[in-house]
């Protein structure tokens, strides 16, 4: 009689296979709200349309040009785009929680939403030729206000040659009071400028081209490879950081390049969509509630789940409303918000 396999190998098959199944998922999800929208389109023709723009098949068009312009011009980079924003927030969620060993971080512990949106506002202030130099000023803008945020907590947070955790936290939550407060007062003084900015802050793939996804798509990449050729050494993070040191885990390195990491990609997410809430919590404890906290896997089974979890709240954005769209971050909230609720009660018995 067969011995039954160890625990640990089943462990290891059933991420394996759910992460084989999330791959699956995200295609046809990715295909599905490319037919979705204001123009109902096949999803057979759909299909016939992006498998026609593979090299090596050749396929006879049934359908009209204005079709294939609609899916390949307008709807898929919005897809491709939506994609990444959740996997990179997902990502970045995931890494913070397990640098700072709490369950209730996200990418915008350490001030990247605060800057980003201080740098975003800025740009909408901008006299009218700022914004004709042949290239996105809200963004450039959004995404080093984003870096420069980010970079003065470090600085204020590095004692010496270390970077006490705590501190860290502590100087990212003052800087963003303090970022938040000068966005506040910026919003009050834009004028007839509030709605433009009012929306951005709140998120939209709306304006979605194939140039922004072209600009991100290097940023968000380098970062996901720099995490996940860490993710074993986010493990032994998980233990102590002197237990880490003494099995060989240079700690303060690890925390520079893990941060410069995950804030690279967060940067870039925020930068071209505006900032998006609640995907960096909300995505890494499901994942960790089904498959575990094996960053080995978690990491990627959270890039694909952010990445479907994102594409799927944007479908319901501009389909529930339409022709009027949501923002982006008010379903993730809408998701987000209870989630978080129960998390706090549930940390909340543990403490106490």
Not at 135 to 149: E, K, R
Not at 273 to 288: E, M, S
Request: charged letters at 10%; hydrophobic letters at 60%; glycine letters at 10%.
């Amino acid at each position: 009689m067969n011995a039954a396999p160890p625990v640990h190998l089943l462990h290891w098959r059933g991420r394996v296979y759910g992460i084989a199944g999330l791959i699956i998922l995200l295609a046809v999800v990715a295909a599905l709200a490319t037919t979705v929208g204001s123009v109902q389109i096949p999803f057979l023709t759909t299909g016939s349309i992006l498998l026609s723009r593979l090299p090596l098949i050749e396929i006879v068009p049934k359908w009209a040009s204005t079709l294939e312009t609609i899916i390949i011009d307008i709807r898929l980079p919005r897809v491709i785009l939506a994609g990444l924003v959740g996997a990179a927030l997902a990502a970045a969620g995931a890494t913070y929680q397990g640098l700072f060993r709490n369950p209730l971080a996200d990418p915008y512990l350490i001030g990247v939403a605060q800057g980003a949106a201080l740098g975003a506002v800025i740009g909408f202030l901008l006299p009218p030729g700022w914004h004709a130099l042949g290239f996105g000023i809200i963004p450039l803008l959004a995404f080093t206000g984003a870096l420069i945020s980010t970079t003065v907590v470090y600085m204020l947070a590095r004692v010496g040659k270390t970077l006490p955790v705590t501190t860290l936290i502590l100087a990212g939550v003052a800087l963003g009071a303090l970022l938040s407060s000068i966005v506040s007062y910026l919003i009050i003084s834009s004028g007839e400028k509030i709605h433009g900015i009012m929306f951005w802050l709140m998120g939209s793939f709306s304006l979605s081209q194939w140039s922004e996804v072209i600009m991100v798509l290097p940023y968000i990449l380098t970062g996901l490879v720099v995490l996940l050729l860490y993710a074993r050494s986010l493990n032994l993070m998980q233990l102590d950081e002197e237990q880490a040191q003494q099995l060989g885990i240079n700690v303060e390195r690890l925390k520079l390049v893990l941060l410069g990491a995950a804030t690279l990609i967060t940067a870039a997410a925020v930068s071209f969509v505006g900032v998006i809430g609640f995907v960096g919590i909300l995505i890494p404890h499901a994942v960790r509630l089904i498959w575990g906290a094996d960053y080995r896997f978690l990491l990627p089974l959270s890039v694909l789940t952010g990445a479907i979890f994102l594409i799927l709240a944007d479908i319901i954005a501009r389909t529930v409303l339409a022709p009027t769209e949501i923002p982006i971050g008010v379903i993730t909230a809408i998701c987000g918000a209870p989630f978080f609720l129960y998390l706090l009660r549930r940390r909340r018995r543990v403490i106490f």
